[in-house]
């Protein structure tokens, strides 16, 4: 649903630039066709750029980068973004083909976060697979709904990943909202199909980015939400690690990815898409993962 659903957005996206290019500027294909590309990468260039004014405005105390290594950071924040939301995602079919379901080890499953699916988890799948795991994916819908009507897709996934595999429990890997849905899904269902549970860059404590994000699940997000509240006086009961980005563009203030009950690590200077491709990343959870706990 999402991938198709953002496939038709670009779309009609791309034809409104390149009718007002040809009707209202008077400019001849090649030109509007140029205005098109331009429109769709100065958009998502301003949309990038919010997610920075917010991590700087709600930034939890962190050393201070210098000007060089932050504009790589957001460059390649800028550039994970583009190829998120404009290759990826509209085009997971060519990147993403079905999960290889095996028995033996544990299997992992990938829970994307906000507005994904499971195509951004195409490279890091790649690389855990070459290591010898076992990876299953999942894709959540209506992206905007509660968490919470979430968890019956994430608990019916569970059980086909264990039923393929012959595992008696999976370990779940979880970038950003994905980590609170999770985390749902153990507070209503219990411990017995987990393993542990590795969170990546989730706003446990909620992001003030939420504020202006659509949806109920962002409304959810936001610091202090009556939701959060309720998920946080459930303790935690599988191994579970944290790993905060303290220099997040889309979860801050950046310490709310502390869970409390659960190892806390922190990530090198990276933004909150790019960590997903990232090699860096893919080898901490190989290490991680090759721990009897987190």
């Known amino acids: 649903m999402v991938p198709v659903s953002l496939l038709i957005w670009i ?8 009718y007002v290019g040809r009707h209202y500027l008077g400019a001849d294909w090649p030109v509007a066709a140029l205005g098109a590309v331009g429109g769709l990468l100065g958009v998502r260039a301003g949309i990038n750029a919010v997610t920075w004014v917010f991590a700087s405005a709600f930034a939890s105390p962190t050393p201070r980068l210098g000007l060089m290594r932050r504009t790589a950071m957001m460059l390649a924040e800028y550039g994970a973004f583009l190829l998120t939301f404009l290759l990826v995602i509209p085009f997971e079919r060519l990147w993403m083909p079905a999960d290889r379901l095996q ?8 829970v994307h976060g906000y507005g994904c699916s499971r195509g951004v988890w195409w490279l890091l799948r790649r690389r855990l697979e070459a290591a010898g795991h076992t ?17 019956p897709q994430l ?8 039923a393929a595999t012959g595992a008696d429990r999976v370990t779940l890997v979880a970038h950003s909202m994905g980590g609170l849905i999770c985390r ?6 219990g411990s017995e199909r987990i393993d542990r549970l590795i969170t990546l860059a ?25 939701w959060l509240r309720d998920l946080a006086g459930v303790a935690l009961k599988v191994p579970a690690c944290s790993l905060r ?38 080898d901490l ?10």
Do not use: W
Request: charged share 20%; with cysteine.
């Open 184 to 189: 749902c899904y153990l507070a209503r269902h």
């Open 245 to 282: 980005n303290p220099y997040d563009n889309y979860a801050m203030p950046q310490d709310g990815q502390r869970l409390p009950g659960a190892a806390d690590l922190e990530l090198p200077a990276i933004g909150h898409l790019a960590l997903l491709y990232d090699r860096r990343i893919a």
């Open 103 to 110: 028995p033996g080890r544990r299997p992992l499953l990938l």
């Open 135 to 151: 990876v299953a994916t999942l894709s959540m819908a209506p992206p905007y709904t509660s968490m919470g009507r979430l968890v």
């Open 285 to 294: 959870l190989r290490e991680l993962l090759a721990r009897k706990t987190p």
């Open 155 to 162: 608990n019916q996934r569970i059980e086909e990943v264990c």
């Open 11 to 18: 779309v009609l996206e791309t034809a409104g630039y390149l």
């Open 202 to 226: 989730t706003p446990h404590q909620g992001s003030e980015l939420a504020r202006i994000a659509f949806g109920r699940n962002a409304r959810e997000m936001e610091p202090g939400s009556l």
